[in-house]
């Protein structure tokens, strides 16, 4: 195979999946481009897709990007954590806690019941990818998904921490 380098974490393969096709006018050579990890190289659980064929050899280069590359990449960062945040009070600036402070106070008009049993409780937020993030490519435009979870939990004032709860999130782009 051929590979290279994209980071610590992973290498991206393109190797030729066929033989190049060598015409008058131009030549052919479909490349893999899959993302592996680098620590357990194994294949991603997607198939690659049948790129379109050649219609017009009117320009020098065609290249034909599809959305395989992405969701290998996906996948490979899911498997190292990457994609996982933990947010702690102090992260949030300064000039932002009022508004913004983790915090049961900051929150009890959304969570009035937690604010009472815990008042004035430091917040953790755990932003988990619970799946590879998605991306899907097609004529009409490009549309991604990174699926996952918010965890909260509360500090009280003998630093104990316990789960609050857990919500499913989905971020999609379009």
């Known amino acids: 195979s051929v590979t290279m380098e994209i980071d610590k974490y992973s290498d991206i393969d393109y190797r030729l999946l066929d033989s190049p096709v060598y015409a008058s006018s131009h030549m052919e050579a479909h490349h893999k481009g899959e993302f592996f990890l680098q620590s357990h190289a194994t294949e991603a659980p997607y198939s690659v897709p049948p790129l379109p064929a050649v219609s017009s050899t009117s320009s020098m280069l065609y290249l034909w990007v599809t959305d395989y590359m992405a969701n290998t990449a996906g996948y490979v960062y899911k498997q190292t954590g990457l994609l996982n945040?933990?947010?702690?009070?102090?992260?949030?600036?300064?000039?932002?806690?009022?508004?913004?402070?983790?915090?049961?106070?900051?929150?009890?008009?959304?969570?009035?019941?937690?604010?009472?049993?815990?008042?004035?409780?430091?917040?953790?937020?755990?932003?988990?990818?619970?799946?590879?993030?998605?991306?899907?490519?097609?004529?009409?435009?490009?549309?991604?998904?990174?699926?996952?979870?918010?965890?909260?939990?509360?500090?009280?004032?003998?630093?104990?921490?316990?789960?609050?709860?857990?919500?499913?999130?989905?971020?999609?782009?379009?």
């Open 85 to 174: 945040y933990k947010v702690t009070p102090d992260m949030v600036p300064k000039q932002e806690r009022k508004l913004f402070g983790l915090n049961t106070t900051t929150f009890k008009t959304y969570l009035p019941k937690l604010y009472s049993t815990c008042p004035g409780c430091a917040m953790i937020l755990y932003l988990n990818n619970s799946a590879p993030a998605t991306l899907k490519m097609s004529t009409s435009g490009i549309a991604g998904t990174v699926p996952g979870t918010i965890k909260i939990d509360v500090t009280d004032k003998e630093n104990a921490t316990t789960n609050a709860f857990v919500l499913g999130a989905e971020v999609n782009v379009a």
